[in-house]
């Protein structure tokens, strides 16, 4: 097959995830990329039909151990004629669980081909300075082994004659998936208190960069103070930009689960692919 074109579609509130899609595509080395970056609910408007001729790439950080449920929709919705897929799920150190099998079986039954998969890691969406987890990932190894990727898939796909010589790919994971417990115990808790980061005032020097990021448009542009706590989705964006530090989550239950969460994700995990 020749590979011309890669198209990335992308929801990564972070950053971290676009950056290993990027990392991909620049090893498969095509003619042209193109980015679709699907983290906030405007740019999910256009619907479009994949072509067998070109690779594209389904990126998406692991939420609960699932694909989040925000870009479900959009995700089923495409449509795809025996389109090559690479599926790529980005985690913060603890685990991948079965996000990237829910990403397969949504591109299988919209008529793609999946030729690769890949688990990368990236700093946890919930990483501090107090309490660090995979700081400062994807690093130089991540990167290098993300490019290293691209160029395995640009091989397996150079040695098809088509779409339709491609090897099946295996992915791990259960089915039916794992219930997102974390998930439900923050939508029941949510009755009680408001798990949404919260602002200091004294801090806030009102520059509307969370307001630019945040996937839902939760926090108000009019005062950016105040979030809409059903429509926030707990992603941390607003966290990671703010540069006076002055978002954080402030609950203290959710602070002894995150304390938690960094002893039990000290060990180093390496991406694992699947070609």
Not at 104 to 115: G, K, L, Q, T
Not at 184 to 192: D, F, L, T
Request: net charge negative; with cysteine.
């Amino acid at each position: 097959m020749k590979i011309k074109s890669v198209r990335c579609i992308c929801f990564s509130p972070t950053g971290t995830t676009r950056t290993i899609a990027e990392n991909i595509a620049k090893g498969i080395h095509p003619e042209c990329v193109e980015f679709l970056d699907i983290t906030k609910r405007s740019q999910r408007n256009d619907l479009f039909l994949l072509d067998k001729d070109e690779i594209v790439i389904f990126a998406t950080p692991v939420y609960y151990g699932r694909v989040p449920e925000e870009i479900l929709p959009y995700l089923t919705s495409l449509k795809a004629t025996q389109t090559p897929v690479v599926l790529v799920a980005v985690y913060g150190n603890r685990a991948f669980e079965d996000a990237l099998k829910e990403l397969h079986d949504i591109a299988v039954n919209a008529e793609f081909i999946p030729v690769a998969g890949g688990a990368f890691v990236a700093e946890h969406s919930y990483s501090s300075k107090t309490y660090p987890i995979a700081a400062n990932r994807p690093d130089e190894s991540d990167i290098r082994k993300a490019q290293e990727f691209g160029v395995a898939i640009r091989k397996k796909l150079q040695n098809a004659e088509s779409s339709g010589h491609l090897t099946a790919i295996t992915i791990p994971g259960q089915s039916p998936y794992i219930e997102p417990v974390n998930l439900n115990m923050i939508k029941e808790a949510r009755s009680i208190v408001a798990l949404t980061p919260e602002t200091d005032a004294a801090k806030c020097t009102k520059c509307g960069q969370c307001v630019e990021v945040c996937p839902t448009g939760a926090i108000s542009p009019d005062d950016v103070t105040q979030t809409d706590r059903w429509q926030c989705l707990i992603c941390f964006a607003c966290v990671k930009i703010c540069p006076e530090e002055a978002r954080q989550m402030n609950e203290p239950n959710f602070q002894s689960a995150i304390q938690a969460l960094q002893q039990n994700c000290l060990d180093r995990k390496e991406p694992e692919i699947f070609l």
